[in-house]
């Protein structure tokens, strides 16, 4: 089962984009993402999307999943199905930085993220009673 990280922790201070994970044999399966927030500064948003590629050199137009926006830090998960997109190999991480107010105007979030596939197939089934 792939777990890896799309974006190992890092400190980051403007908009910037991972290098590309390849999928290998779980291409086309569902994943965990985990983003996880380690430090930030006041009045500053952080915005992280995930993107896909047949060929490693063309990027899907769209992104695959995003984040909310988010202003603190903590840890957040979203599902990532790439079961209907069975010719996405890799995956990619873009992050966007905003900040406002008084003081230094440069955004500074230290910030990692995690792919993990999930197994569907084994997922409790529900108890049935007989009748």
Known sequence: MLDVFLVSEITVEANGESASVELGPAQGKNFLL??????????????????????????????????PQKFYKGIHQLLLDLSGQ???????TKWELNRWGRGDPKPRFSFLLKLQEQNVGTAASPVRTPA
Do not use: H, M, Y
């Open 34 to 67: 985990t983003l996880a927030i380690t430090n930030i500064i006041e009045q500053e948003s952080l915005d992280v999307s995930v993107w896909g590629s047949e060929d490693g050199q063309t990027w899907s137009e769209k992104a695959l999943a995003a984040f």
């Open 86 to 92: 069975p010719g996405v190999r890799f995956l990619k």
